[in-house]
């Protein structure tokens, strides 16, 4: 995978389709620069779990705020 830029717009694509956007105008950019640019929905919460449910059930409401957490817009 490489990052690739062109102006504002950032993306991730295959080493091939690299090639191809860069013979088209687009130019390599970091990884760190794509990681920044992501956008992360900011209104997450982190959800309470009381002691008294179970580990199954903590465990699927952890897993629950991790997929929102890193859900991208």
């Not at 929905?41 to 580990?55: A, G």
């Amino acid at each position: 995978m490489k990052t690739i830029k062109k102006g504002e717009t950032i993306k991730r694509v295959t080493d091939s389709d690299a090639i191809f956007f860069t013979k088209n105008g687009w130019e390599y950019c970091s990884k760190t620069e794509w990681k920044k640019d992501r956008k992360i929905k900011s209104n997450v919460t982190q959800e309470e779990v009381s002691d008294n449910i179970s580990d199954k059930k903590k465990r699927k409401i952890r897993k629950e705020n991790k997929r929102k957490k890193y859900q991208i817009n």
